[in-house]
């Protein structure tokens, strides 16, 4: 738990200081992306473990549901390199079948409606290739995590649970200019980190409540 609480914390860092000092943003606007990454990061997880494992409460769950969206949508609208990440996401969670509770489902179409209108908007600054890329690395994650390794408790089921070919996707993103800054690396992994936090700590809580 404490190790993604670290990487999370890092990461998060990170993505500010790159946004402050080497993008040159404002105090603000250098805290608001990375920490709304986070932000979502944590939250996703929070409903997918009150619904599939019954570690928190489905109606905070529920009641987060639409104002997460909206803040997940209202970021694609403005920023086209956010639009790019999570609207391959999204699709990606529509293609594996991961939107199999009413909270999700809220959440995604609130979110995904913003983000179609981001594409009108933004085009052509939000990369379909970008999102394309997205959307098939996360796919390929989310099947890797399905595979009976992952659920193992080795080095390599642990790796195999961390979405390593996303965050060598938008690593490589970065480094070919689609994504315009080392911000969104740095923000993706406090996003995933957090989501990361959130699952073993739902799962320290599960394994509590039974002890």
Known sequence: MWLFAGLAGACFVGAWAVNFFLD??????????????????????YGDQAYDADAYSRRASLALALPGGVWMGSLMLLDAGTATLFLGILLALLAAGKLDNLAFQLAFAVSMVLGLAAVALLWPSISLVGVAVVFILALLDEK??????????GAG???????????????????????????????????????????????????????
């Not at 040159?24 to 996703?44: K, M």
């Not at 890797?144 to 390794?149: G, K």
């Open 157 to 211: 089921a642990a790796l195999l649970r961390q979405r390593p070919l996303l965050k060598v996707g938008v690593l490589l993103l970065v480094l070919a200019g689609i994504l315009p800054s080392f911000m969104y690396l740095f923000a993706f992994l406090s996003f995933d980190f957090g989501y990361s936090l959130v699952d073993v700590m739902s799962t320290a809580r599960w394994s509590n409540g039974r002890a």
């Open 24 to 45: 040159g943003h404002d105090d603000a606007a250098s805290l608001i992306l990375p920490a709304s990454y986070l932000f979502l990061g944590v939250l996703i997880k």
């Open 144 to 153: 890797l995590d399905a595979l009976p390794a992952a659920r193992g408790t």
